[in-house]
């Protein structure tokens, strides 16, 4: 336990972490109603799962890759395309920066699996943290989040005992775009049904527009990330081979060689990555601050008004 | 240890795999169904109601199945690499640069 119990305003504290992160490179950030957290999480993955005497949770968004990245074929972005890096890095800095300033607790929070129960099991959910957070909303994309402003970004968590009041989620939920209705009126699909390479996603939109429910086939998606059972899956394909060719061809064939490759270089922290739903998705792609040109772009519209 | 498996380890037969697998599967987050926005409107009556189509945790659903939540997670994590398709993956070679993903050139 600290030794000194100080006397902080939790309005003041909260201004501070968040210029924090806003000036280490996050778009946004804020704190998750631990409350509503805690009705939601299931036991066994809710913040003071992790941290016993947690009073905080803190969540911050950097933004997806560069405006370029989309134009690249999907077998290259799988290598470079996610940039949750920075937000981790970020968020273990922000750990830091808690304890040393405020003189209270804090960790950055894990954004990986739950060791005991399987590679599709997280420690904890950063997807709720920042939803409740109010960063992010649930798409019909598998309910990756989505915000209005800065399109799709990559989430990071910080838990303390440092108490913050908290911020609510998002009051509109900006997907589906209006382009994805007209296109789901049309053909009963919106872009990121139709081009998901697996076909794992599918959907309804309300009469007012809005989403009336979302079904993601998670195991489908998997597959396509690589980052799950790959490697068991083509070790055990290559065990169970019927003859001694076909053991071969399967070890070498080129892409499960890549794999092998892939986990000596460290490629990108994941074997690799499906960008489909997201490179066809009008909010992430074209959000007013989705990528650097486009944030450049404003903050240049903004001087010209104001030098108006 | 001979025929000391992870099986038996687990409690868990293979006809118990055949018997639970699917069920646990689909009642696991594997394969999840959301019904408006009830996280982000914090309706906790649908947030409650829609526990089992957002995907049950390997506890919650040892309950319903009266098993033990080791044999849940074995038969899950089991069943999950059973149905895992290593072939998908190359799909994405022919993806990106202008081009998007269209069913019908699968065949
Ligand atoms: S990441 Fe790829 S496989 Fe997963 S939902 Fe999006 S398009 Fe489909
Ligand atoms: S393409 Fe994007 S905005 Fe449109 S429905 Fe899908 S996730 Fe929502």
Redesign the pocket.
Known sequence: MPKRKRDIDPEEAKKKVLEYCLRKGALAAGVADLDAINRIAPAGHRPNDMMPRVKSVISLGVGGQTQGAWTVPAKAMAFFGSTEGRAYTIAYGLSFFIERTFGERAIYTPPDIDPELGPRVPLQSLKLHAEMAGIGAR???GD?L?HPEYGYMYFASVFTELELPPDGPMREN????PS?VSMYRSIGR????KFCPVQCLSGTIDEDGNQAEMNYDMAACAEMTQQYETISSVMNEVMSAASAEERESLLHKPEHKTLWYKMSVGSGGLLAQCFE?MR?????TQAPLADPIRRLEAAEDAAEEAAE | MAGYTLYDQAGVTEDMVEEFGERIFRMSHNIQTRIGDPYRMKDWDEVDAQREGMGLTDGEIAVKLDLEVEQVTFIRTLFESRRFRTGHYKRLYKLGGGKRYRPEREN
Do not use: E, K
Not at chain 1, 174 to 177: F, H
Not at chain 1, 190 to 193: F, G
Not at chain 1, 280 to 284: D, K, S
């Open positions: 798409s019909l994309a990756i989505l900006p997907c589906p775009a994805c919106t872009p990121c049904m739903c066809v998705c009008p909010i992430a």
